[in-house]
């Protein structure tokens, strides 16, 4: 009976373990996790400056290279100082006051005015055209017309007086009327020869009236936004220009 009990228990262990050995045989071997797909955004990586990466899907604009975009604005160009500058000849205007001289001829010799209609008077030669032209032509074209009396005539013009370059301030200043120009003058300093401004004065609306080709044109000019940090360049004036101050 003992031997019958032992046999039958040792059986039973081998069928439990054979039965264990075959689940552990039918269990499958897990696989190897997959790279998690990445979310699609809309945007691509790039995989280099101006090529767009493509994943079969959609195509990303490229990216710009940011080198040719630079600042387009363009700063106010600064007045040229025309005393820093090589000037043009100066050309004779009315009122101005010549000294013309002939060597060895006192008679012909005069110190005489420009007119308002641009011409001057001279003996021999009577009303010659002045205004527009250099000291240099004017004394060219005398030789040429006192030639005709006198041989090889050596003619001088020099300008002794120069009345011709005006510039005018009206309006809210102190002391309104027309300036010479003996130099190179800038805005700033028109309104300091009429003893500056009053104190109703518009310093926003300051216009300066210039004539070109023919045609008045209004050049605005802001007082209070001169300076090293302000908008307004404080430029030069030309002759015949007027400075408004309203």
Known sequence: MKHRFAALTLVCASVAFAAQVFAQSQTATPAPPKPATPATTGLQPLTS???????GTATVPAAVDPKPFKNDWKATPKAVDP???????????????????????????????VRPDGKVS???????QAAGLTPTELRDQITTKLAEYIPAPEVSVMVREVHSRKVAVVGAVKMPGRYEMKSPMTVLEAIAL??????????????????????TTEIPFNYRK????????NFFLRPGDIVVVP
């Open 194 to 215: 009429a003893q500056g401004l009053s104190d109703f004065a518009s310093r926003d609306r300051i216009v300066v009236l210039r004539e070109v080709n023919g045609k």
């Open 226 to 233: 001169i300076g090293d940090n302000g908008s307004q360049q």
């Open 49 to 55: 400056v101006g090529t767009p990466a493509t994943t």
């Open 83 to 113: 005393r820093t500058t090589e000037l043009s000849a100066y050309q004779i205007g009315p009122e101005d006051l010549l000294d013309i001289s002939v060597w060895k001829n006192v008679e012909l010799s005069r110190v005489v005015p």
């Open 122 to 128: 001279l003996p021999l030669v009577n009303d010659i």
